[in-house]
C-alpha cells in the first residue's frame, strides 16, 4: 500500500498536473531570442578526448550546422564570429542526478537531520519553490545546459515546464515522486517526493499514471529497512520496471549498495542512480550491466559534501561563493548545533569502493554519467557538479574520462544522446566556451567564458547578474565556515583592510589573509551575524555585524563597510 497518499488522490493530482505537462521536449522557449546564424571560433574538445585546434562551430538556428577547421569552415556573410583560437568549446556540461525540490542547504533534508525546530520543512519547501527560477539561472551560469532531475514531487513536472518556457534554465527532464518500501514522511509537506509502494498491482498502476505526464524517469528508491531482505521488495520492483518498459519508460533505481543494485539491474534497470558503495564491484556485475546496456550515474560529490557539513570541515569553491544560492551556503556554515549523536554518526567522505568502483566501470566500457546529487544537504546547484568532476579524476579517470561522464556519458543517461553530449552536425547547440583548456587542468571547467543554449551566446554576467550584497555574503559565509582560501575568494589582489579612523591594517591578499589566518587560529569558534545590512551608493554595503564565540556573550562590532568593484571586495573598512 502507499503510505500518507492514498491512491485517488494520487491519481486526482496527477491528471490536474497533467495539463500542463504535455511535453518533456518543447521548441523554442517563448520569449527566447530569435535563433539565428553564429560562428564560435575556438578549440573544440570531443567526447573521446580528440581536440580539434583552432576550429569554428556554425550554429544555424539551435542547431551545430557545421564543425571544422577555422580555415575551412564557409562562414556565411553577415555572421558574428565570437570566441578566438584560445578559447575552448565542449558540449554543455549535463548533470545527471539533481533534485530541484531540495535546495543544497542545512535544512534540504528533515529525514536525514531534524532540524524543523529551527526552519519548519514548510517553510524550507516554499522557500524552494518561490526560488526555482534563480535556481534554474544558477545552473545555466554553472555552464549546465541540461540536468535529470533524479525523482520528486509532483512539481518536478512543473518545473520541466517552466523551465521549457523560460530562457535563463537549462534543459530539465523529470521523474516524479519515487517508489520504494520505505516511506519518507519528513519530506510530506503535502507533495510528497517519496511513496511507500508494498503492492506490485498498485505499483504498475502509479506508473501508468505517471505515463500520462511522459515523465522522462520512473524512479524506484530501493532501500532494505530493518527485518527485510533485498527479494522481499523484488515482487515490487518487478512490476514497476515492467509497467514502465511496456509503456516505453525508462526506469532509474537508487541502489547503493551491491545486492541492491545486482537485482536493479537483473530486473532491467536502465540506470543506476547513485555510486554502489559498500562493496567492490565484480565481473558478473560488470557483464549483466553491459548485456542490459545500463548507465552508471556517479554521485561522489554528494558523500564528500555531507561529511564537509556534518563534520564542520567546509571548504567553499570560488565558484560556490560566487555562483550558489548565498541562502544555502550560509545556511551550511550556520553555527547552530548539530545533534551530537549525528555528528558522531555522519560519513568521512568519498567512501573509498565508490571511488575504486567507477573507476572500473569505467575502464570496462560501461557507460558512466555523472551526476551530484544538487539539493542535498551541501551539495548546491550548478557548482557541484564541477567538484564532482574533479572527484572523478582523483578516483583515477582522465581529465577527458571525466568530461565524457558530463557529456556523452549524461545525456544517454537522460535518453538525448542523440541531440546532446557532443559538438556534432545536427545535434543542438548547447554549448561550453572556457578560457582555458580543461584537459590540462579540470579546474579550468570553471573558467567560463560563455555558455550557449539553444543557439543563443550568453556571458556569465548576463545570465546572473553579482550584486555588491552576494560578495559580502560569500565572505561571511566563508568566515562562518573558518574558510580562508574561500574567504580570499572575495577579496580582489589590491584589497585593502582599513579602520574607519583612516589606519590602513593590512593590503594586498597575502597580508589580508595572514591577518585574518591570526584571527581564526585565535577564534576558531568565531562566528559572524548580520544584524542589519544597508545599501550606500553603488558597489557599496553596510553591515551592523554581530561576533559571537570571542567571549560569554556577543561582541557588537558595529558597522563594517565594503567597497565592492568588479566581484570582489576592494576595501573593508572596520569600525
Not at 590540462?440 to 567560463?448: G, S
Not at 560578495?471 to 589590491?494: E, I, M, P
Not at 594586498?508 to 568565531?526: M, N, Q, S
Amino acid at each position: 500500500m502507499i503510505a500518507r497518499a492514498p491512491l485517488a488522490l494520487l491519481l486526482a493530482a496527477l491528471a490536474l498536473a497533467a495539463g500542463a505537462c504535455r511535453s518533456g521536449r518543447p521548441g523554442r522557449v517563448p520569449g527566447a531570442p530569435e535563433p539565428q546564424r553564429l560562428a564560435i571560433r575556438g578549440n573544440v574538445i570531443q567526447p573521446d578526448g580528440t581536440v580539434l585546434p583552432d576550429a569554428l562551430v556554425l550554429v544555424d538556428g539551435n542547431r551545430i550546422a557545421a564543425v571544422g577547421p577555422a580555415r575551412g569552415v564557409a562562414v556565411p556573410p553577415g555572421t558574428p564570429v565570437l570566441g578566438d583560437a584560445a578559447k575552448w568549446i565542449l558540449p554543455g556540461l549535463v548533470d545527471a542526478h539533481v533534485h530541484l525540490f531540495q535546495s543544497g542547504g542545512l535544512y534540504a533534508r528533515p529525514d536525514l537531520v531534524d532540524l524543523t525546530a529551527r526552519v519548519p520543512y514548510p517553510r524550507e519547501r516554499a522557500a524552494v519553490r518561490a526560488g526555482i527560477e534563480d535556481t534554474l539561472r544558477r545552473t545555466l551560469r554553472s555552464g549546465i545546459t541540461s540536468v535529470l532531475d533524479a525523482g520528486g514531487p509532483m512539481w518536478n513536472f512543473e518545473v520541466r515546464a517552466l523551465a521549457a518556457r523560460t530562457p535563463l534554465a537549462p534543459r530539465v527532464a523529470v521523474a516524479g515522486p519515487l517508489l520504494s518500501p520505505v516511506a519518507r514522511p519528513q519530506l510530506d509537506a503535502g507533495d510528497p517526493p517519496v511513496l511507500r509502494v508494498t503492492d506490485p498491482g498498485v505499483a504498475r498502476a502509479l506508473v501508468r499514471t505517471q505515463a500520462s505526464l511522459r515523465p522522462d524517469l520512473v524512479k524506484l528508491l530501493w532501500l532494505v529497512p530493518p527485518g527485510s531482505t533485498v527479494e522481499s521488495w523484488r515482487p515490487v520492483a518487478r512490476a514497476a520496471i515492467q509497467e514502465a518498459h511496456r509503456l516505453g519508460l525508462r526506469v532509474g533505481v537508487h541502489a547503493a549498495e551491491l545486492a541492491t543494485a545486482r537485482a536493479a539491474v537483473a530486473e532491467g534497470a536502465d540506470l543506476l542512480c547513485h555510486d554502489v558503495d559498500d562493496a567492490e564491484v565484480d565481473g558478473a556485475f560488470i557483464e549483466a550491466l553491459r548485456a542490459r546496456g545500463t548507465v552508471y550515474v556517479s554521485t561522489l560529490v554528494a558523500q564528500e559534501a555531507t561529511a564537509q557539513v556534518f563534520r564542520r570541515q567546509l571548504r567553499f569553491s570560488a565558484l560556490a561563493l560566487e555562483v550558489a544560492d548565498p541562502a544555502a551556503v550560509a545556511s551550511v556554515s550556520d553555527p547552530f548545533p548539530l545533534p551530537e549523536p549525528f555528528r558522531a554518526e555522519a560519513p568521512t567522505g568519498v567512501r573509498p569502493a565508490a571511488a575504486r568502483n567507477v573507476v572500473r566501470l569505467a575502464r570496462a566500457g560501461i557507460p558512466v554519467a555523472a551526476g551530484s546529487e544538487a539539493g542535498d544537504i551541501g551539495v548546491f546547484h550548478g557548482t557541484a557538479l564541477h567538484r564532482q568532476l574533479q572527484l572523478l579524476v582523483e578516483a583515477g579517470l582522465s581529465r577527458g574520462e571525466a568530461l565524457a561522464a558530463a557529456t556523452a556519458g549524461a545525456a544517454r543517461a537522460l535518453g538525448r544522446a542523440d541531440e546532446l553530449g557532443a559538438v556534432q552536425v545536427g545535434k543542438l547547440a548547447d554549448l561550453l566556451v572556457l578560457e582555458a583548456s580543461p584537459l590540462e587542468a579540470l579546474r579550468n571547467t570553471t573558467r567560463i567564458h560563455a555558455v550557449v543554449k539553444d543557439g543563443t551566446w550568453r556571458r556569465p554576467a548576463e545570465i546572473l547578474p553579482r550584486t555588491a550584497a552576494d560578495v559580502v555574503q560569500a565572505q561571511h559565509s566563508a568566515w562562518n565556515a573558518g574558510d580562508l582560501d574561500g574567504l580570499l575568494s572575495t577579496f580582489a589582489d589590491d584589497a585593502q583592510v582599513r579602520s574607519v579612523s583612516g589606519g590602513l591594517l593590512a593590503t594586498g591578499k597575502e597580508a589580508i589573509g595572514e591577518r585574518f589566518a591570526r584571527v581564526l587560529a585565535d577564534r576558531p569558534r568565531g562566528r559572524v551575524r548580520v544584524l542589519e545590512r544597508r545599501g550606500e551608493g553603488p558597489g557599496v554595503v553596510l553591515d551592523h555585524e554581530e561576533m559571537s564565540g570571542w567571549g560569554p556573550e556577543p561582541l557588537d562590532l558595529g558597522w563594517v563597510r565594503y567597497e565592492v568593484e568588479e566581484g570582489r571586495i576592494r576595501r573593508l573598512l572596520l569600525p
